[in-house]
């Protein structure tokens, strides 16, 4: 019988709010250990490339939601494979396609089509969007895509509600379930998340564990992924209910680590160059690479628009990369190559 | 009339009923199972069931077993 | 709160399952299976000797035991389904116990026929307890066939090596959403404790008694052992602490 999971949400909240530096350190070299056992050194790098801002929902810590009087741009085919170009030539072979939630703006065919250009460059390719259908994700993977990042950003159903005002973000239970639809769909790599400082942390780290566990249990054949991006400024100003420091994210990474020690962790570029270091060291597996978070961005001299969220890591993918060699870490660039998804 | 019983071959009197051939065996009937011809046969059925020339039966009961 | 072993929705007041093959003494059986408080023993089905007449086991068998039926013999699916319909004819209930072995060497299972064997046999309405080397994919499809619990085997019959498989049995115990019943290879009270220990719903133990000097008290024990390892696993076994690495700190940088 499948055991219960072997923390609660209690349990968490007494690592949360424990003070003592040495356990924290004990802890943080279990998950070094672990780490260094299932993954090596290995460090999985991608490059994300927002395609359009456009968006109809209102999610109220977000840069690109409907209610900002942003300029809304959207790349077009020859701007994407441009923009594609740019981020091959750095050396980067996965990608991470992201897109507002408009599926007037971005359809499934805008979609498909980016990933048909995609594919020209990358070997890895997956994408950060607005929930599909089964059969939406069942195209996307047809044409190529490997896996799907979604955020449930938080489990509690009341926060939903207050953070995500209008559009179809506001379906909580379409978006909890997308993952199912997604392996449902083929994909091998799924991507799960909470956006920290949203929620009650405890809830939420319990809440997103056991969403992984159930995933796990009836989709055993896809590769998970988790993140904790924490709510950052946009353009200076601040959206979080409680604010979520270092430490308690290196023990977020920490417990994470203990309790899947084969799910992968990633660390996007909304936290520092020194902190991504610091956590390389201990829990992580995946980082983005020379990031930015405009619409496009990477052409010379396109930073014009407004981004999602502002960036800490600012370094590009040759400093990026040097720090890893540098520091003995092994850069990962390309998994597998594909042949054809059926 | 010759039948087999168990792979081997069984003289038995014309018009033997399958049950008359279980009690012979000295094992109580209620703790047998009977197939004749590969077809289990109901223990109900047994007093019904005359056996024929050359028909193939098989008697097991329960044994220790692992 | 009872913690019965709860198979095909039929409670069971014990967690020792007693195989009753190679006893010399038959009313040894009698007396292990009243020692050991077992609800469910295994039975197997034989041609009987027309030339001699021997006791029959269930004059040993205690009223209110479940006879499980053992397919022992069966090298196909086809033949463990033919041995589970004779069983059922004996009037005897359609508990069964595949046992699928074409192998005389090892008396490894067959795990695709014994998938077979369960397929067809739990759509017939048999309670199926197939017994099979621990693979996650073979208990997987065991699921989706209808089993009312896997039996893996702890090491090779009749060898009492013990949990050589206990890593591939935790692998199941944390997946199945079914009992997991360890079954053959088990020597000792202690390794039925193990197994109990790390989560098994359940033990079968035949050679180990049936062999033994004093087959009642060994079942006796063997039964209390089943009991010791479920209320450790229930009453949450303490973590295997690791030492701490002496090296250098990964955390100091949060508090400079």
Sequence with gaps: MPAAMPISPASIQNLLENQNVQQLESLAQAARKATRQYFGRAIGLYTPLYLSNYCSSHCVYCGFHSHHPIKRVKLSAEETDREMRAIAATGIQNILLLTGESPQATPLDYLKNAIRLAKKYFQGITLEIYPLSNDGYRELYLEGADGITIYQETYDRSRYREVHLAGQKTDYDFRRNAPARIAHAGMRQISLGILLGLGPLAEDLYALYSHLREMEQSFPGVEYSLSFPRLRTINSQNFAGTAVDDTTLVKILCLTRLLFPRTGINLSTRESAEFRNRALEIAVSRISVGSRTTVGGYLEGSRENAPQFDIADERDAEETLGYLRDHGFDPVFTDWRRIANT | MLITLNGQDKPVADGTTLIELACQTGHPPERLVAELNKAIIAREQWPRIALKEGDSVELLTFVGGG | ?256
């Excluded at chain 3, 068998?61 to 090298?75: F, K």
């Excluded at chain 3, 359609?94 to 192998?103: A, L, Y």
């Excluded at chain 3, 695709?112 to 759509?123: K, R």
């Excluded at chain 3, 896997?150 to 692998?171: A, E, K």
């Design chain 3, 1 to 256: 709160m009872s913690d019965s072993l709860l198979l095909a929705g039929k409670e069971f007041s014990s967690r020792f399952l007693l195989g009753t093959g190679k006893f010399p003494n038959k009313a040894d059986l009698k007396t292990s299976i009243l020692a050991s408080g077992t609800k469910i023993v295994t039975v197997a089905l034989r041609r009987i000797d027309p030339e001699r007449h021997q006791d029959n086991i269930l004059e040993y068998i205690p009223e209110g035991i479940t006879l499980l039926t053992n397919t022992s013999g069966a090298r196909t699916a086809e033949e463990a389904v033919r041995i589970a319909h004779l069983a059922r004819a004996a009037g005897y209930g359609s508990w069964v116990k595949i046992e699928v072995i074409n192998d005389s060497k090892y008396l490894l299972p067959d795990n695709a026929e014994t998938v077979l064997a369960t397929q067809i046999l739990a759509a017939e309405g048999f309670n199926v307890l197939p017994y099979i080397s621990p693979d996650l994919y073979t208990a997987r499809q065991l699921v989706a066939a209808g089993a009312a619990a896997v039996m893996p085997l702890g090491s090779f019959i009749g060898s009492n090596q013990g949990l050589r498989t206990r890593d591939f049995i935790r692998v199941l115990i944390e997946e199945i959403p079914l009992p997991v019943i360890v079954d053959a290879g088990i020597g000792a009270p202690s390794q039925a404790c193990e197994a109990m220990e790390m989560g098994a719903a359940a033990v079968l133990v035949n050679t180990a008694i049936a062999i033994a000097d004093n087959p009642p008290l060994l079942a006796q024990a063997f039964a209390r052992a089943v009991t010791a390892g479920r209320e450790a696993f229930l009453s949450g076994l303490p973590e295997k602490r690791e030492q701490a690495q002496a090296s250098s700190p990964l955390t100091g940088f949060l508090h400079p």
